[in-house]
């Protein structure tokens, strides 16, 4: 067991026992704690067989579930990256007043549970919410209805890519974008030729973040979409549903495929930090 | 709250274009995504009155539900504090085959939903699960108990402690550590006088950002704790069930007080990063 940053001659060397010790602690309270629920997740899933597995999955509601949860992600991912970009552009390449205030407002989805969110927007587009009576009069249904869901899950997912891209474009500074623009190039042709070479891989580690929040979102989904069973249920309400109805083997069926998804974000994040 | 591009004192001097787009898309967005409906809670609390709002958050109910959520958030925060400066370190200083993927773990209940999570870990310490087949007979019960709604709020914020001190460790500059050995200073001396000072702001980072996640967390913790009023109901659970019953001011009241202790917490956290930053610079 050597040190990992070899540090210098006169560091202390670590003591074999407490370093043994240590990584057995570490490495065994991660099977615990990580390892095996993962672990169950996918024996739950399967243990009745392949067959029993896919009918599980290919329940119409649980396949219902499973196509709003994609369309959700669809819609949502695409604009949180445009939007990430944007953010990114301003905070990272202009100085302004408010800079600061402008973050941490865009941070608070990051610290404010996902049940206030979904609150928030009942107070707001609710029957009795502040634009109530208006979407009333104009027929507009947001709550209990796509647009509710998808707008909460932007709510939540909104800070994920600006968080991966921002810091790399500070890091990065702004030289090869002055240069490209004093040569000539159009706005469009500096991000497109210069900024976003740059930040491809912050900006896709971003987008599986964001993806696997807005496909795994749960509190604030369950205020507005009122759960409608085949209508309005996303896949982890769907799995709640099953759980309660005490369908234990449908509901990890339908936890197994969201699991598949946690596992690729990590694979793609060590992957990205060797390419770094 | 679809501000404009602000006229802004931007530098005399821009080279590069596409301010007031970029500034616009990113305000209007902010605007009706986050602050209008945020703006909509904190307008139905001013309709509440300060009157009625203290009598919702004394309720007995409310009371004991934001009195769990606080004290389980605290036994998670302990674990999760313990448990990510050991990952933290063990994954810095030492070499050991399998570690890489040690490390990708940790970023895997960050990953996986919450309602996942709640799942896999109710099953587990259900009376027919891995776990609580062991645990049961030894009269430990932890689904629909206090440490199942701690063990949901631990596991969904495992991370945050181990991600905010894994960098400050990693540019911790030996020469320090060497003057300690030098001057003859004992290795747990050395550990307690030299790294803790210089990793303590991360960890404090680390410690608040995960009680924040612990409060707020509710997917997990709404399969595992059996959500029996005044005993494991949590406090974001309660809002919901107001809201069910169309109780909005109770919802909204309880609500803005996780919000507030949101915003609290977010702000000690900035302010914690800053510190923790100072020390992340004098390393290299």
Redesign the interface.
């Known amino acids: 067991m050597r040190p990992a940053a070899a540090p210098g001659a006169l560091a202390p060397r670590p003591d074999q026992r407490v370093a043994k010790a240590l990584i057995a602690a570490a490495v065994l309270l991660t099977i615990a704690v990580l390892v095996v629920p993962l672990a169950y997740i996918f024996h739950r899933a399967f243990a009745q067989g392949f067959q029993v597995f896919a009918a599980n999955i290919l329940e119409p509601n649980t396949l219902h579930a499973i196509a709003l949860t994609a369309l959700v992600a669809l819609l949502t991912v695409p604009v949180n990256i445009a939007f990430g970009i944007a953010a990114a552009w301003a905070i990272a390449r202009f100085r302004f007043r408010g800079r600061k205030a402008l973050l941490t407002l865009i941070e608070i989805p990051f610290s404010i549970s996902p049940i206030i969110a979904g609150i928030c927007y009942l107070l707001l587009y609710g029957r009795q919410g502040l634009l109530g009576s208006w979407l009333l009069a104009h027929d507009i249904q947001i709550l209990f209805a796509l647009p509710g869901i998808v707008m909460v899950t932007m709510f939540v997912t909104s800070p994920f890519v600006l968080r991966e891209v921002l810091p790399l474009m500070q890091a990065q500074g702004s030289e090869q974008e002055q240069a490209a623009v004093t040569l000539g190039a159009s706005g469009w042709q500096v991000f497109r030729r210069v900024t976003l070479p740059n930040i491809r891989w912050a900006l896709l580690y971003g987008a599986v973040l964001c993806t696997a929040r807005a496909v795994g979102e749960f509190g604030g989904v369950s205020v507005v979409s009122g759960s409608i069973r085949g209508q309005t249920n996303t896949l982890p309400l769907q799995i709640e549903l099953l759980f309660n109805d005490l369908n234990i083997a449908g509901a990890f069926a339908a936890a197994s495929t969201l699991t598949v998804i946690a596992l690729v974000v990590m694979v793609l994040k060590t992957a990205m930090e060797a390419r770094r | 709250m679809t501000a404009i591009a602000?006229a802004?004192?931007?530098?005399a001097k821009?080279?590069?274009?596409?301010?007031g787009?970029?500034?616009g898309?990113?305000?209007t967005?902010?605007g009706v995504?986050?602050?209008?409906?945020?703006i909509?809670?904190v307008?139905?609390g001013a309709e509440i009155g300060p009157e009625r709002f203290v009598q919702i958050i004394t309720a007995p109910r409310t009371r004991a539900a934001l009195q769990l959520t606080l004290v389980a958030a605290t036994m998670a925060t302990i674990f999760n504090a313990l448990?990510g400066l050991?990952?933290a370190?063990?994954?810095?200083?030492?070499?050991?085959p399998?570690k890489?993927l040690?490390?990708?773990?940790m970023?895997?209940?960050?990953?996986?939903?919450?309602?996942?999570?709640g799942?896999?870990?109710?099953?587990?310490f259900a009376g027919n699960?891995?776990?609580g087949a062991l645990l049961q007979p030894l009269g430990i019960e932890v689904v629909y108990t206090i440490w199942g709604v701690a063990l949901a709020m631990s596991?969904t914020s495992?991370p945050f402690v181990v991600r905010s001190v894994q960098p400050v460790l990693?540019d911790l500059d030996?020469?320090y550590?060497?003057a300690?050995?030098?001057l003859g200073a004992h290795?747990w001396t050395?550990f307690y006088r030299v790294i803790l000072p210089a990793i303590l702001p991360a960890w404090l980072v680390g410690i608040t950002?995960s009680f924040?996640r612990s409060?707020?967390?509710?997917?997990a913790v709404?399969?595992i704790a059996g959500n029996l009023p005044m005993k494991t109901e949590i406090a974001?659970?309660l809002?919901?069930i107001r809201?069910e019953e169309y109780d909005?001011n109770g919802?909204?009241a309880i609500?803005l007080v996780?919000?507030f202790i949101?915003?609290v917490?977010?702000?000690a956290s900035?302010l914690l990063q800053a510190r923790a930053m100072r020390y992340k610079g004098k390393g290299a």
Do not use: C
């Open positions: 602000p802004a004192p931007v530098r821009r080279v590069l274009p596409g301010f787009l970029t500034m898309v990113t305000l967005y902010v995504i986050v602050l209008l409906p945020v909509a809670l307008l139905k448990y050991l990952m370190w063990v994954l810095v200083r030492y070499d050991f399998g890489r040690l490390d990708a773990l970023d895997v209940p960050f990953a996986l939903p919450t309602a996942v999570a799942l896999a870990l109710t099953a587990l699960g891995w776990y596991f495992i990693e030996p020469q550590e060497e300690a050995v030098t290795r050395i950002l924040a409060l707020g967390e509710f997917g709404v399969f974001s659970l809002a919901f809201l909005y919802a909204a609500a996780l919000l949101a915003l917490l977010l702000v900035n």
